[in-house]
């Protein structure tokens, strides 16, 4: 389909393991969120991309959460050394980017669930 | 202070019944714009309306509706006719600014709509 893709869509791994979880978005959407959705929470903020600008990393919880993105295309979000509270859903976003418009919506993948045992 | 406030965790409404679920907001940027997403059990997050800061006239989606009150700043969803299919969890979310900066959206806690036949 032509949807954001998040690639696992269930992992489960042991306390301590390093995790990686990949997004795909929407063909030509220049903007790139990833949220993290605790049990029966909100949606909260961890990183943006957009094009070639340095990504907004205000909402990463701890250094061990880190992202990337290639170009304008695939971003992988790496947690390292996983604790309990790390469980959660991790949303991935995409979006258009118009300078003279805020009321692009984001368009959001099925989601990572993450377990840590 | 909470920039998006949803006071309603949980709402029942009868089948073919209107319903509003409220949101207020919190920010001292002029320029913002409002978003409602809605969340099935299956956890897609999927938009449904949009309402920008200097918008007119209150946003209207089909049977989506939103009663937007600026100086309230209240941005209230309605659902018209609801079928059963509309019990999902919903999202009051919010993006300050026009243009740069931060273009992550700050979601509600949401709202558990259930539709009773």
């Known amino acids: 389909g032509a949807g954001v893709s998040q690639s696992p869509s269930n992992k489960v791994t042991e306390k301590g393991k390093d995790v990686e979880l990949r997004c795909d978005p929407i063909?030509?959407?220049?903007?790139l969120y990833w949220y993290r959705q605790r049990l029966g929470q909100g949606l909260e903020f961890l990183i943006y991309f957009q094009g070639n600008s340095a990504p907004d990393k205000s909402g990463l919880p701890s250094d061990r959460f880190s992202a990337e993105r290639t170009g304008e295309s695939v971003s992988t979000l790496t947690i390292q050394r996983t604790q309990q509270e790390d469980s959660a859903v991790y949303l991935c976003a995409s979006s258009l980017y118009r300078t003279d418009r805020s009321n692009q919506p984001q368009h959001f993948g099925d989601g990572t669930r993450l377990s840590i045992l | 202070a909470q920039k998006i406030t949803q006071t309603q965790p949980g709402m029942f409404v009868q089948e073919k019944e209107a319903v509003t679920l409220d949101c207020t907001y919190d920010?001292?940027?002029?320029?913002?714009?409002l978003f409602w997403y809605k969340q099935p059990s299956s956890g897609e997050m999927i938009f449904l309306i949009y309402?920008?800061?200097?918008?007119?006239q209150n946003a209207t989606e089909g049977r989506y509706s939103l009663n937007f009150q600026k100086a309230r700043k209240s941005a209230n969803l309605v659902i018209s006719a609801s079928q059963l299919g509309d019990s999902a969890m919903y999202f009051c979310a919010m993006r300050e600014g026009p243009t740069g900066g931060r273009r992550a959206l700050t979601f509600g806690s949401g709202t558990r709509l259930q539709v009773q036949p």
């Open positions: 309402q920008g800061s200097y918008d007119q």
């Open positions: 920010t001292s940027d002029p320029s913002y714009g």
């Open positions: 063909s030509g959407h220049t903007a």
